[in-house]
């Protein structure tokens, strides 16, 4: 792996900072109804894709995650104003507005979604992976997952196919601690949920989640592992987010305690504290990043804003492939 420089530091702050501040505008326009549905927020999770970015060939590597997914899907190079918009509703959207919240997924960029269905992108991903050595194409599957998501059975057999068939394939579990508002320690025997990997000799570890310089190191060897042919690796990613599960999460279960306690290991803070301690970065440049990026997301949001929402035949145009489809609802004439 190449050295981490001042350049990736910098794009790392101008990175985090932004997709902070676009879930916050995001907050802000689900409290006054412009977007609607479910909304689950990315806020402390950041070190997580600032790493992958670095560590994964953006030019043919691939990605599959839940429905946390707006910004894992912008660090694989989706439009934010595209994102926005199908936060919206809005035509000019990434599936045209009719994916949401939860379904953001671009052919173009490698992205596979956005799963609604907990747990459902495990198979997935290693349905992708498959693919890639079998048409013997050079590219490596990153499958995301919530702390919950191992709870499925699918996970399993997932596992088990990916080490008979040494897919390249890496597993990473974004722990961060809560499965909607069960705590990990109330669902599990086995708390340290890296080590479900090892049952299947499967390469696993536990790393941390809120340095994006840590995150970057260990998925470049996962990555790299997984492309030369030795097969899938599990890690297990800790880290937390700083808001509830989604936008309708009274987040009863934890205290403001815990949550001030966790915001001390803010990723974009640690980040921020290496520009300053090398002298990569003074306050000024830092703050002049911060508002550039503030102006940038306003503009993600009036794009959203001013674009229109779809008409009612789309609905038609983009579901059914088959043009004379014969359950449309006819005339009964």
Sequence with gaps: MKKITQNDYLQWFTDMFFWRSFEDKCRSL???QKIRGFLHLYNGQEAIPAGLMYAMDLSKDRMITAYRCHVLSMSMGVDPKSI????????TGTSKGMGGSMHIFSKKHRFYGGHGIVGGQIPLGAGIAFADKYFNRDSVTVTLMGDGAVRQGALHETFNLSMIWKLPVVFICENND????TSVKRTTNVQNI???GIAYDMPSEQIDGMDPAIVAEKTYKAIEKARSGEGPTFLEIKTYRFRGHSMSDGESYRNKNEIEESKKRDPILKVRSVL????WADENKLKAIEAQVKKDVEECARFAERSDFPPIEQMYEVVYNQKDYPFWLKDPD
């Design 30 to 32: 689900y409290l006054k």
């Design 178 to 181: 809560y499965a909607m508002g």
């Design 84 to 91: 926005m918009a199908e936060l919206c509703g809005k035509v």
């Design 194 to 196: 890296y080590q479900i």
């Design 276 to 279: 300053l301690k090398k002298k």
